[in-house]
């Protein structure tokens, strides 16, 4: 459910407690309804359009992380500052309250989000912290963006479709040299190949001393973000391994890793049907990766809003 307002903030909160007021009177004979909220999470969507899938999308990761959502989306030429309130709900299976968060629909005006960002400082739940999600590779070049960083406590973004990784990795580092707390959902998608990795030097199918070389291919005309991860990663845990990256005839993204011993190799490959396939060693198996859609990348991202360690070593590297 949602209704227009005007954009003054006080309008805005105002109009939430009567939008929460009128929802407990509807569904008092239904078992009521519990107000729930862990965070503000701001979400810069790349268009309108976009906005309507950025909608949905933190519909689901509500059920898990509750907050209070405010969509942002760049108005056409000549655009007012807009705004509307919603609200989504949920019953939890086998209970008849309604558990529900709410939100924000933000239009930016002519003056784009340096005044939407004076707007959003008494949108901001008290005490709790906020998120920013900019999405589009567009937000990983400095820009319009920049006036909203400094209200999050930490920023997502995802380098997938960056054309120019080295850039985007050096704008993630400056950020996170003027102590702005960073993530990148391309990161998060490595989360299921780390595993795989570890596990063999767990299972001692290779003991880290004994690596000499490590090879990380990538598929697409230019290398990615997630290749220059991987293999920062790979040089942080084995710092005597020699780590290349290379080119190979593959989709974009994440092909193959291969180690090398003084005797023998393993080599980990994207295969079909979202597994890896694993051989040498004395292995040969395939194993599943996690999901890699947005709302299972941002479940995962939500769930650590403290320092990420594994991370910035791999992104300083």
């Not at 009521?32 to 899938?53: F, H, I, K, P, S």
Request: hydrophobic residues 40%.
């Amino acid at each position: 459910m949602g209704t227009a307002t005007t954009i003054q903030p006080e309008r805005i909160l105002k109009d939430l407690q009567q939008l929460w007021a009128q929802m407990a009177v509807d569904q008092a004979d239904a078992g009521g309804v519990l107000r729930a909220c862990a965070m503000t999470l701001v979400v810069v969507a790349e268009n309108a359009a976009d906005a309507e899938r950025v909608r949905q999308t933190v519909g689901v990761l509500m059920h898990n992380h509750p907050s209070r959502a405010v969509i942002l989306h760049p108005g056409g030429s000549g655009a007012e500052l807009d705004a509307r309130i919603f609200a989504e709900c949920w019953k939890p299976f086998g209970k008849t309250q309604q558990i529900c968060s709410e939100g924000i629909e933000i239009t930016a005006g002519q003056s784009g989000f340096s005044e939407v960002a004076k707007f959003l400082v008494p949108l901001r739940v008290p005490d709790l912290p906020v998120v920013l999600w900019c999405r589009g590779a567009a937000a990983l070049e400095p820009g319009p963006l920049e006036p909203l960083f400094p209200l999050a406590d930490k920023i997502i973004f995802d380098s997938s479709q960056v054309t120019d990784a080295d850039s985007a990795l050096q704008f993630l580092r400056r950020l996170r040299g003027h102590g702005r707390r960073v993530a990148d959902l391309h990161w998060t998608r490595l989360t299921g190949w780390r595993e795989v990795l570890a596990h063999l030097f767990d299972d001692q199918a290779l003991q880290p001393a004994e690596v000499k070389g490590a090879q990380v291919k990538f598929g697409g005309s230019s290398v990615t973000t997630c290749a220059r991860y991987f293999a920062a990663w790979i040089r942080t845990a084995l710092p005597a391994a020699r780590v290349t990256i290379e080119s190979a005839e593959a989709p974009r993204g994440l092909h193959s890793v291969k180690l090398s011993t003084s005797s023998d190799s393993l080599t980990i490959t994207l295969g079909s049907d979202h597994c890896v396939e694993v051989l040498g060693c004395g292995r040969h198996y395939r194993s599943m990766l996690p999901s890699s859609s947005e709302e299972a990348l941002m479940q995962e991202e939500l769930g650590i809003l403290g320092p990420d360690p594994v991370y910035e070593r791999a992104l300083s590297a």
